[in-house]
């Protein structure tokens, strides 16, 4: 079955460097989104992407957060300056379009120090 | 303020019995409601989605069900196993195709 893949699976970096977080969706999907998860709080919203472009972004995902589609499969998250509050589990999903449901990807988890 | 409670924040049960975990939700616009699995480290896991227009949904030993005039949920576990060991989040998602609203999940925990 296919499913959203994601690395790293943990990403050590200090504060104020820049990181990008890796993601391949489902080969057929056309909606790719971002959560995170602080540590034991609940899943938040970062942002859609839709046809090459934001269709929906939290306020969370401020200037320091991009995203971006390079080549047909990856779908990247980069944070420009890390700060220790980006601490959290990053999740990429992905949806094939209408009702379907979301499909995550195992996660990364990234740790600011 | 858009907002989805569950309830209980955590449960234990012995194998075999059943539960049911609720959720309530205030979003607008709504388009439809989500159960998910999510094991510890883990990426959430998808187990029912319903539209307003439906009142309830099976997968297996997972039966939700939808009230949207009083705006509740639940989800009722049959038989459970060692395995249902997790967290169980209510999700609602709105007027568009993303931006899902996350309820805080419900731990629950499966004893032999």
């Known amino acids: 079955e296919p499913e959203v893949t994601q690395t790293p699976s943990h990403q050590v970096t200090q504060m104020g460097q820049e990181v990008i977080l890796r993601c391949v969706p489902i080969?057929?999907?056309?909606?790719f989104y971002w959560y995170r998860q602080i540590l034991g709080q609940k899943v938040e919203f970062l942002v859609s992407?839709?046809?090459?472009?934001?269709?929906?972004k939290s306020e969370i995902f401020d200037d320091q957060f991009s995203v971006e589609r390079p080549d047909g499969s990856n779908f990247t998250l980069k944070i420009r300056s890390t700060k220790l509050e980006d601490s959290a589990m990053y999740f990429c999903?992905?949806?094939?379009?209408?009702?379907?449901?979301?499909?995550f990807g195992p996660g990364t988890r990234l740790t600011v120090l | 303020k858009n907002q989805v409670e569950q309830s209980p924040q955590s449960l234990i049960i012995l194998e075999g019995k059943n539960c049911t975990l609720q959720?309530?939700?205030?979003?607008?616009?709504?388009?439809?409601l989500r159960w998910y699995k999510q094991d510890t480290g883990r990426g959430p896991v998808s187990l029912t989605i319903?539209?307003?227009?439906?009142n309830t949904k099976s997968n297996g030993r997972y039966t939700a069900t939808l009230d949207a005039d009083t705006k509740q949920s639940s989800l009722h576990i049959t038989a459970s196993q060692l395995s249902d060991s997790a967290s169980y989040i209510c999700?609602?998602?709105?007027?568009?195709?993303?931006?899902?609203?996350f309820g805080k999940g419900t731990k629950l925990s499966v004893k032999p």
């Open positions: 999903a992905s949806l094939r379009g209408g009702t379907d449901t979301q499909y």
């Open positions: 080969s057929n999907h056309l909606y």
């Open positions: 992407f839709y046809n090459n472009e934001i269709s929906e």
């Open positions: 959720c309530n939700y205030t979003v607008s616009p709504f388009s439809n």
């Open positions: 319903m539209t307003f227009s439906e």
């Open positions: 999700v609602i998602g709105g007027g568009s195709q993303g931006n899902l609203i």
